[in-house]
């Protein structure tokens, strides 16, 4: 069976972003950090490296996305939407035009394969003001499946889709956070 090669959308004065244009440099020369320009003309942050894939709009620096593997546990933080979380109030209504979550999700830990890492696990974790965390919590009210809560949010759908299905009530960890607050965890495995 042949697999789909994931590819990240770019077209030039629209959308997108041109990973290509980072991606080949760091092949040859290593861990790779600076400035390019999106589909849409917006000024993007970057750094690239064994490990690690990050994007961030520099005139709205509430937008961006971040992928990284540690211990085969791949983990992702991405906001490309307007949000609570946000910490500047200019921020534009809508999605960001040129930030894909998921394709950003599924072209990395395609890039990480490529590169030889091994990504056994996706964790996803939610955070008070997040909408992934709003979806748990009334999941978890509805029914009080934390397994169940947990594959109904849009990080689990997403992980669940990518071959990531195996998740157990013990994978699940509550943290308290700064603001007294629960945050969840939630680490979805590949089937062994």
């Not at 697999?3 to 041109?18: F, H, L, V």
């Not at 440099?25 to 999106?38: A, D, E, M, N, V």
């Not at 949010?153 to 007294?180: C, H, M, N, P, Q």
């Amino acid at each position: 069976m042949q697999t789909e090669r994931a590819s990240y959308p770019y077209i030039e004065g629209e959308i997108g972003i041109p990973f290509d244009q980072i991606i080949e440099p760091y092949k040859t020369k290593g861990k790779q950090l600076g400035h390019i320009r999106s589909g849409s003309g917006a000024t993007l942050e970057y750094t690239i490296g064994s490990g690690l894939i990050t994007v961030r709009d520099v005139g709205y620096p509430d937008r961006f996305m971040s992928a990284k593997v540690e211990s085969g546990i791949a983990t992702f933080n991405v906001q490309t939407r307007r949000s609570e979380l946000d910490k500047l109030d200019d921020n534009p209504e809508g999605a960001h035009p040129d930030m894909f979550a998921a394709k950003f999700v599924a072209f990395t830990l395609q890039q990480f394969h490529g590169n030889n890492i091994d990504v056994v696990a996706c964790q996803g974790t939610w955070v008070p003001g997040s909408s992934n965390r709003e979806l748990f919590m009334r999941s978890l009210d509805e029914h009080g499946d934390l397994v169940r809560a947990a594959k109904e949010t849009w990080s689990g759908r997403l992980f669940v889709s990518l071959g990531f299905t195996e998740l157990k009530e013990e994978d699940i960890a509550v943290a308290e956070t700064e603001s007294s607050e629960l945050g969840f965890s939630a680490v979805f495995r590949k089937p062994s």
